[in-house]
DNA sequence: GTAATCCATACAAAAAACGTATGAGTAGAA
DNA sequence: TTCTACTCATACGTTTTTTGTATGGATTAC
């Protein structure tokens, strides 16, 4: 048995004759009298009864059109939703992002569901290489996360690249902006992935390029950690400007560093070379198109 | 997109391998790898991610995988439901009988159902001639009647002929058997069809073949009404002996007539050389074979 | 009785599916 | 690394299936 025959099968049900059928099928008529006998053989049964002007389904006919008609509509709905989703109209998009870039998310989203209100997402949180990971492992099929990182496996669609600011204790003086060397007299803070090279390493090298001998009063994984470390007096944190719209701001001051040297990139990566879903390719696009627009301003 | 495809299709995502599933298809390789190339081609979407080892399902690919798993349930369920009905195994019967024999029919119902238990059944009644038409107009597949009937347009399985019997009111003084032409003396009572020629007109030419002429007080379509007549002591019925059984006789007594001249004969009719369903043959097996086994006795 | 319809069959042409042979790419072992 | 083993894809000829054309038989309408 065969979707076509079924097709046929129904048509002749519909019209009551085979050669009206066969004009709405566009066949001639002695093929579609091959293929009903053909499925009536295959079956057993005899599906019309042969009436003079006529044809009139049997009682097995009869189940055979409803069953028939059944199946034949939730083809048409599987071809349909199969095509939504590999088109990337549909589907579940597995998404990580480091927390301190998350500040780029929400906008981008809402954006995307405008264009494809069927696709959901699932988010993952973690520091870059282990956002790498999951990349590689598929856990998530894009990843948003700070540069820099092992590019080898990944494509990449590069975003602004984002200057570094010192956070200070409300109560502290604050000058309104700090020359980098003034860094050094200070207590810093730093992210620091839990493993992996990365802004850490970025920043240390940086200031020691600049003969500053950075004092590092300690390095965490998790930026909230770290703003709650500077509000209560311990010291400066240095983070990418776009940190920071995820975080309350009570307490702190957020100084901007004058002759900014330090400057970090962050990056949508996917594996590169392999199969990339039709939605996470969308999602790419939407993203380049919001730079694009970004820029244009 | 056809029933093969997807079988193809849901081999390959079960074996994750082309080479595995094409041996489980007991085809070779190539042509099943072209066959899934046909049917991505046709859906426009990649359904496998070609990891290095085995093939993946993409998104698209699982979703297909699901609803192509449950159709070919479906469509396995859609064809033994077919073949069971139209081979009579399953499914409706309608069935005619008129009340005067109506006896004949639990007995055969509750044989064919311990055969066919998956058979229901639908009875309709009424005289002889509006049975036939009930045959000629397809509202019964087929019928139990009374004969003489114009049988230009049925088939038929002949019944046991069956003696008339005289049913008298109790009260009466009734000798143990009766004379044909003792019948002249007496009132009697008979079925009549609403239309068309039937017993009455059999028993009322029989009688006056043997020059008697009998002293017809009523006739009434309905046995149970003319039975009710006779226990108020208006008269004597002549009724078929099978007509009995599914009446009450009290009040009432059945006497045989001794030179019994008149029988009545009774068959099951269908539409001649027109489709009949399975199961309607098969019923009409089973009457067979019950009137051979009760010959045999 | 004739024309018009409709279904079924016969046969040829076109299309589709299949099998064999073969090449390219990758993983695992030597 | 090289070699082997294995998998998938392509090319091409063969077989099977499906379709179209021509035609005959049967039935209805005029």
Redo the contacts between chains.
């Keep these: 048995?065969?979707?076509?025959q079924l097709r046929y099968f129904t048509a002749i049900a519909e019209e009551k004759q085979i050669t009206r059928a066969a004009k709405r099928l566009h066949i001639a008529q002695p093929p579609l009298s091959q293929q009903l006998k053909s499925l009536e053989d295959e079956?057993?049964?005899?599906l019309f009864?042969?009436k003079a002007r006529s044809l009139e389904l049997?009682?097995?006919g009869e189940?055979?059109y409803q069953?028939?008609k059944?199946?034949l509509e939730?083809?048409e709905?599987?071809?349909l939703?199969?095509?939504e989703?590999?088109?990337g109209l549909k589907?579940?998009l597995s998404i990580g992002s480091v927390k301190t870039c998350f500040s780029y998310i929400p906008e981008r989203l809402l954006y995307f569901r405008e264009n494809y209100p069927l696709v959901t997402f699932r988010l993952k949180e973690g520091d870059s290489s282990l956002l790498a990971d999951y990349v590689r492992s598929r856990e998530v099929e894009l990843a948003i996360v700070r540069l820099p990182l092992d590019m080898e496996d990944f494509s990449c669609l590069p975003l602004p690249t984002d200057q570094f600011v010192a956070v200070l204790p409300e109560s502290w003086s604050v000058p309104s902006a700090l020359q980098t060397k003034q860094l050094s007299d200070m207590p810093l803070m730093l992210l620091h992935r839990t493993n992996g090279v990365g802004l850490y390493e970025l920043v240390v090298n940086k200031l020691k390029e600049h003969q500053l001998e950075p004092n590092i009063i300690c390095d965490c994984p998790d930026a909230a950690m770290l703003l709650s470390l500077v509000r209560s007096g311990l010291g400066v944190a240095l983070l990418p400007k776009s940190t920071l719209p995820s975080f309350s701001m009570q307490g702190l001051k957020m100084v901007p560093l004058e002759d900014c040297l330090i400057e970090s990139e962050s990056a949508v990566i996917w594996l590169k070379d392999?199969?990339l879903?039709?939605?996470a390719q969308r999602f790419i696009e939407t993203f380049q198109s919001i730079e694009l627009a970004a820029d244009g301003r």
Excluded: F, N, P, Q
């Excluded at 079956?43 to 005899?46: D, K, N, S, T, V």
């Design positions: 048995m065969d979707i076509r079956l057993g049964i005899l009864e042969r049997t009682e097995a189940v055979l069953k028939a059944h199946l939730k083809v709905e599987a071809v939703e199969v095509k989703v590999g088109d589907g579940v392999r199969y879903s039709k939605k």
